[in-house]
């Protein structure tokens, strides 16, 4: 499965992007999906996860009630609602597959940037 994000850009401070990771290949909604970012300098952080059929989902206490993590299997797509954006969220955003219950995903788009200015 390949996956192929995108919806990065430059926005300022308070301001909002949609972040959208395409699937080609594969079952879809046989996997859970992720979003993850690593900012310069910084770690890996995973932001958020959602479950194959879209029931459940989690946060790190970064983003909780700012991002929302959601899917439609139909078009093969999770997106990445972000809100109230700080420039601490400036990093490199990446989708990833795999097992939510678990903590691993395996498989991983090529990134999108955002950047955020104060």
């Known amino acids: 499965v390949q996956l192929q994000a995108c919806g990065g850009g430059l926005v300022q401070a308070g301001g909002s992007l949609r972040l959208s990771c395409a699937a080609s290949g594969g079952t879809f909604s046989s996997y859970d999906m992720a979003w993850f970012r690593q900012a310069p300098g910084k770690e890996r952080e995973l932001l958020a996860a959602i479950y194959r059929n879209g029931r459940s989902t989690s946060y790190a206490d970064s983003v909780r009630d700012r991002f929302i993590i959601s899917r439609d299997n139909a078009k093969n797509t999770v997106y990445l609602q972000m809100t109230g954006l700080k420039p601490e969220d400036t990093a490199v955003y990446y989708c990833?597959?795999?097992?939510?219950?678990?903590?691993?995903?395996?498989?991983w788009g090529q990134g999108t940037l955002v950047t955020v200015s104060s």
């Open positions: 990833a597959q795999g097992l939510m219950t678990a903590g691993r995903y395996n498989n």
